[in-house]
Structures are given as C-alpha cells and as structure tokens.
T-cell receptor, first 114, second 118 residues
Framework: DTEVTQTPKHLVMGMTNKKSLKCEQH?????MYWYKQKAKKPPELMFV???????INESVPSRFSPECPNSSLLNLHLHALQPEDSALYLC?????????????FGPGTRLTVT | AQKVTQAQTEISVVEKEDVTLDCVYE???????LFWYKQPPSGELVFLIR??????QNEISGRYSWNFQKSTSSFNFTITASQVVDSAVYFC???????????????FGTGTRLQVTL
C-alpha cells in the first residue's frame, strides 16, 4: 500500500483564522515532507521531517508551523495567512532510512485564503 | 547547483500517437537519482520511475519507456500509443545521492502539460 492521505481536501479560511492540515501514512516511512504548489508551477519544498525531527525548513514564514506527532502523522498549522498563501499543499513520504528513495504524495489540500 | 529543464511546456497529441517528453538535468554530483512524476487534474503526484546515475539501462513498463543518457544529461520519457487518460502534467525531478540524514530533496523541472485528445 503506497497511500498517503490528507485532510481536508479543500479549505477556505480568513486571514485571522487558525487551521491545520493533516497528513498520514502507514508505509513505515521515516521521512515526511510538506510542499506548496501554485497553479502551473512545480511543487516547492517547505519542510522535511526525518525520524520525527524537523531537518529542513526552506525559510518558510512563521505563519506556517509544522508538527510531527509520530512517525505516521504530519500536521501543518496555519495562522494569519495571506491571500498569496492560497495554493495546493502536498504532503509526501519516503523511506528515509539512509538512501535516496522516491517520495509518495498525498492528494493535497487546496487552500484558499480570503 | 542542481537544475532540471523541461523545455516543452505543453504538448498536444491525438490518441494512439507516440509522444516523448524531454528532460535535461545539471548536477556536479557523480551519484544522483532521477525521477518522473505524473500529476493528473485531480492534483496528486503519482510516482512513475526512479533511476540512479549508475544505471543507464533503458526501462519499459507497459506503454511507458524511459531513455537515460548520461552523455547528454537527459532522461526522456516516451508514451507509446497515448490514451486520453495520459493527459496530465509530467514532472522530471533530480535528487543528489549524498545521504545526509535529512531525507532527499527533489529538484523539479517546470513540468510538461500533455493533452491527449480523441
């Protein structure tokens, strides 16, 4: 099973709201990723967790706050977002056990900030 | 610095035509990995293939085939007898081969939008 699930599928939020995106995988992968994708662009890496520790933060604004409660779950907490943050947010996971492996992506959360 | 170039922004073909998507990469690493992903209109990126820099064998999987040529730094993808369901954006991606314990970082190309019509 190579499934990564993400909830919600769609999210509309105001600039003063606080919301969270959730990602889950049960493949035993030890690396998990958040990407942001704008229309007609490739995905941009935001964060990487390796063995439940944040290992890469691609200079993402602090209004995005990632969390990895356990090896299967990844959250992205959103607060005081701007309209330009509207995008498709993709979660991915990979084996991350000492080699370079393919990443498996979830279906994404389409976020609209009003 | 790593770079992936997909010069074809959009390609339109009629069903049953063969189509090749080009991918040219740049890296200073001797060990690296190349990937192709498909992104249908639903949005999810679907993994298609991973190839490491030491394996230049071409690969065929059903109607899909990949041609890896280190001499030209290219990793091209061919769909034979295209179908409407192949309509999607296809991304080529590159990852350096050094494991740093921080998981792999993918450098994506800008993608090629393939439209297959009846």
């Amino acid at each position: 099973d190579t499934e990564v699930t993400q909830t919600p599928k769609h999210l509309v939020m105001g600039m003063t709201n606080k919301k969270s995106l959730k990602c889950e995988q049960h493949m035993g992968h030890r690396a998990m990723y958040w990407y942001k994708q704008k229309a007609k662009k490739p995905p941009e890496l935001m964060f990487v967790y390796s063995y439940e520790k944040l290992s890469i933060n691609e200079s993402v604004p602090s209004r995005f706050s990632p969390e990895c409660p356990n090896s299967s779950l990844l959250n992205l907490h959103l607060h005081a977002l701007q309209p330009e943050d509207s995008a498709l947010y993709l979660c991915a996971s990979s084996q991350g056990d000492g080699g370079i492996y393919e990443q498996y992506f979830g279906p994404g959360t389409r976020l609209t900030v009003t | 610095a790593q770079k992936v170039t997909q010069a074809q922004t959009e390609i339109s073909v009629v069903e049953k035509e063969d189509v090749t998507l080009d991918c040219v990469y740049e890296t200073r690493d001797t060990t690296y990995y190349l990937f192709w992903y498909k992104q249908p209109p639903s949005g999810e990126l679907v993994f298609l293939i991973r190839r490491n820099s030491f394996d230049e064998q071409n690969e065929i999987s059903g109607r899909y085939s990949w041609n890896f040529q280190k001499s030209t730094s290219s990793f091209n993808f061919t769909i034979t007898a295209s179908q409407v369901v192949d309509s999607a954006v296809y991304f080529c991606a590159l990852s350096e081969g050094k494991w740093t314990g921080t998981a792999s970082k993918l450098t994506f190309g800008t993608g090629t939008r393939l439209q297959v019509t009846l």
